[in-house]
């Protein structure tokens, strides 16, 4: 589809799983960031023991957008908030959770 308006903004961009990242007038919005899919004995979807970040993946998908200024999430689950500790670290550091 081609850009009839020739409007540089806003800017909507896809993370994977839920994750998306939006740019308007200078100011950036990210919602649900989710890189690590943690699993148990290889099997993908089988609770995990423990889950931790899998900070590498962040670092390869997650753009630098010093301009997000809040970030959501939809809930307190740990496969939603797992990576946003490193994501506003690392990625986001203006923005309030």
């Known amino acids: ?3 009839l308006h020739n409007l540089t903004e806003p800017k909507i961009q896809f993370l994977g799983v839920g994750g998306w990242l939006l740019h308007w007038k200078r100011e950036g919005l990210l919602l649900a960031p989710s ?11 089988f609770p995990a023991l423990t889950v931790q970040a899998n900070t590498a993946k962040i ?3 997650m ?3 010093t301009d997000v200024k ?8 740990y496969d ?3 990576d946003v ?8 550091p203006n923005a309030i959770v």
């Open 35 to 45: 890189f690590s899919n943690p699993a148990s004995l290889g099997i993908t979807g």
């Open 70 to 77: 809040m970030l959501l999430v939809g809930h307190a689950h």
């Open 85 to 92: 500790a490193h994501v506003v670290r690392s990625k986001t």
């Open 1 to 3: 589809m081609s850009n």
């Open 80 to 82: 939603h908030l797992l």
């Open 63 to 65: 753009p630098v957008a």
């Open 59 to 61: 670092d390869q998908y």
